[in-house]
T-cell receptor, first 116, second 112 residues
Framework: GAVVSQHPSWVICKSGTSVKIECRSLDFQATTMFWYRQFPKQSLMLMAT?????????EQGVEKDKFLINHASLTLSTLTVTSAHPEDSSFYICSADAGTGSNEQYFGPGTRLTVT | QQQVKQSPQSLIVQKGGISIINCAYENTAFDYFPWYQQFPGKGPALLIA?????SEKKEGRFTISFNKSAKQFSLHIMDSQPGDSATYFCAASTGSNYKLTFGKGTLLTVNP
């Protein structure tokens, strides 16, 4: 149980285009989902907290107009990188709160974004 | 301000040895301390977690030791295996918002 999937697993796009990444909780409902980015050989950096049916809360320094997050249902959150540039190339990972009040988060497999 | 400090940055252990990774935190509001294992190109996987009301938790070859007064916690991997070679992250969160603060990670290499 507690499986989180992401789609796509990797994507290459041209500079200036937008890319959407999906995060799904497959066997549980996730009231809260989190989006992280991770650069090579670095730790995970929280970008935003996504709550179902409400606006996402972004961490300081994260451009909300560039990284659009939509949490339309209890099993799906999406991250859209708008007008992507090479510096947006990174590993994007989502996680979902298990909803048990235990603080446990389950992570997706990640999406590798390369902007050319 | 780094709220969770992790050491060492890298660690090389022989097969069958004990791997020890340490973390220290500053925020006394943290009440959940998980350890994650990450393989290259994959998302982190929860290994084991502890809360401040216990000093030790063991699951198989993995043990967390927790020292609340020192604000430190550590991961011990007994009988380390080459398959344990990965990056390990400690993290911490509070019950109020569940946001995880991660350490910088430790690259563990277990030589056969």
């Amino acid at each position: 149980g507690a499986v989180v999937s992401q789609h796509p697993s990797w994507v290459i796009c041209k500079s200036g285009t937008s890319v959407k990444i999906e995060c799904r909780s497959l066997d549980f409902q996730a009231t809260t989902m989190f989006w992280y980015r991770q650069f090579p050989k670095q730790s995970l950096m929280l970008m935003a907290t996504s709550n179902e049916g409400s606006k996402a809360t972004y961490e300081q320094g994260v451009e909300k107009d560039k990284f659009l997050i939509n949490h339309a249902s209890l099993t799906l959150s999406t991250l859209t990188v708008t007008s992507a540039h090479p510096e947006d190339s990174s590993f994007y990972i989502c996680s979902a709160d298990a909803g048990t009040g235990s603080n446990e988060q389950y992570f997706g497999p990640g999406t590798r974004l390369t902007v050319t | 301000q780094q709220q969770v400090k992790q050491s060492p940055q890298s660690l090389i252990v022989q097969k069958g040895g004990i791997s020890i990774i340490n973390c220290a935190y500053e925020n006394t509001a943290f009440d959940y301390f998980p350890w994650y294992q990450q393989f290259p190109g994959k998302g982190p996987a929860l290994l084991i977690a502890i809360r401040p009301d216990v000093s030790e938790k063991k699951e198989g070859r993995f043990t967390i030791s927790f020292n609340k007064s020192a604000k430190q916690f550590s991961l011990h991997i007994m009988d380390s295996q080459p398959g344990d070679s990965a990056t390990y992250f400690c993290a911490a969160s509070t019950g109020s918002n569940y946001k995880l603060t991660f350490g910088k990670g430790t690259l563990l290499t277990v030589n056969p």
